[in-house]
């Protein structure tokens, strides 16, 4: 009887792990931080472009060489890359966009995106 209660206990507190060990905090998207003075292309786009990985298929994939110092004449070689009047349609935020539907090799995180998409806003400038 005392055996019986034993595996009975053990297996509620078995139970209790497995169930306790399935609930999970509710995923909370990061805050953003929105810039407070004009993106630097050389300071903060050039940088993403190393620290993502995307200069390892790109100083040469489609054409496309985004290693520092060439990104910017490469990204301004072809218009559909950065569209000032459309920023959202630029290749450069949709290509690596995580929100959107291109499963491109390498993605920014949401606050990259956001300052792609910022410095286009800006004007897409060389500085
Ligand atoms: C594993 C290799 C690989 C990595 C890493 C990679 N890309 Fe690409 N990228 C490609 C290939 C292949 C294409 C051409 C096919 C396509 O458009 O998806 C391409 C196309 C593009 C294009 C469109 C160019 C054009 O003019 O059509 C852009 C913009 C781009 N990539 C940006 C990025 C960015 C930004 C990153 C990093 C966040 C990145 N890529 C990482 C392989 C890669």
Not at 54 to 65: F, R, Y
Not at 102 to 127: C, F
Request: with cysteine; hydrophobic share 35%.
């Amino acid at each position: 009887m005392i055996m019986k209660r034993k595996i009975l206990s053990s297996m509620i507190l078995g139970a209790g792990l497995i169930f306790s060990s399935c609930t999970y905090d509710a995923y909370e998207a990061p805050e953003i931080i929105l810039p407070t003075e004009p993106i630097s292309f050389v300071g903060q786009i050039e940088p993403i472009f190393s620290s993502k990985g995307c200069t390892g298929c790109h100083p040469s994939l489609a054409n496309l060489d985004l290693s520092a110092g060439n990104a910017y004449e490469s990204l301004m070689a072809k218009a559909s890359r950065v569209d000032t009047l459309n920023p959202e349609a630029s290749l450069i935020y949709s290509k690596a966009n995580p929100d959107g539907v291109d499963s491109h090799s390498s993605k920014y995180t949401p606050e990259q995106a956001k300052y792609v998409l910022i410095w286009i806003e800006e004007g897409a400038k060389n500085n």
